[in-house]
C-alpha cells in the first residue's frame, strides 16, 4: 500500500531552497511555512527534507509518515532530516533524527 509522506519547513520569512527525497522538484524563494504531501509506495525506504533559509535562524523541518511525526528538527536546530523505513516501521513515530545537514542558513 501507498503512504501518504508530508514534508515540511518550519519558521517565518523565506527558506532559499528546500528539497525533498524522494524529489519532486528544488523549491526556490519559499515563504514559511511551508509543506508538499506525496504518496509513497512500499519501494520508496528514505525520505529526507533539507531546507536552506535566508535569515540567521535555520528553519526548522518535519517529515510525517500516515499523519505520525518520524523526523523533526526545531527552527534553529539544523537544516535537514531524515527516515529510513527499512530501519524503522512507518507506523511508530520515531523522536529526533539524524541532523543531514549542519551550519547556518
Known sequence: D????????LGSGTALTIDTDPAIDR????????????QAGPDVTLFQVVVVGTGTTAPGCRI??????????????????EVDRRKRPEAQPIGRKRIIAEGGS
Open 64 to 81: 510525517s509518515i500516515n499523519g505520525h511525526v518520524v523526523a523533526e528538527q526545531p527552527v534553529g536546530g539544523g537544516k535537514g532530516a
Open 2 to 9: 501507498n503512504s501518504t509522506v508530508t514534508f515540511e519547513a
Open 27 to 38: 523549491v526556490y524563494n519559499a515563504p514559511l511555512p511551508w509543506s508538499r504531501t506525496v
